[in-house]
């Protein structure tokens, strides 16, 4: 964890923010399991950092997992679509990720992953100007 201790607060649904973020991090670590079971002396590593940006908060959940490919990107925000087998994923968390960050939140979320290196998440809300 690095979390700013002075980040300014943000006016938001607490449980869909916790639950948007569990279900990153969920995901972050079944990136991770693939590559400790390809390689059991690697270990995982999931990275969150929050910091403030203009009039924003930034979030970032990164890891060092399998990584996303470049073809699937555009689609990993799509209800329904999963990268998981049948039975293990509905293809809903991400899309309502999506949901509940831009939509609700009037934020942003941006992902860059490679393969191999691992993926990062940045979610942008808007700062409270009340708080």
């Known amino acids: 964890l690095d ?11 607490v449980g869909e923010i916790n639950q948007a973020i569990l ?13 400790a079971n390809a390689e059991p002396s690697q270990k995982g590593l999931i990275r969150i950092s ?9 979030i970032r959940v990164s890891d060092n ?23 293990q994923g509905t293809g ?3 899309a309502l990720v999506y949901s509940t960050i831009v939509d609700k939140h009037g934020g942003t979320i941006e992902v860059e992953s490679e393969m ?11 700062i409270d100007e009340k708080g």
């Open 3 to 13: 979390l700013d201790p002075e980040l300014a607060q943000v006016s938001c649904l």
């Open 23 to 35: 279900d990153i991090i969920v995901n972050a670590a079944h990136a991770v399991k693939h590559v």
């Open 50 to 58: 929050t910091q403030p940006q203009d009039e924003r908060v930034i």
């Open 65 to 87: 997992g399998i990584g996303i490919p470049e073809a699937i990107l555009p689609k990993i925000f799509e209800p329904f679509f999963t990268t998981k087998v049948v039975g």
């Open 92 to 94: 809903q968390g991400l």
């Open 116 to 126: 191999g290196k691992g993926t990062v998440f940045i979610i942008s809300l808007p």
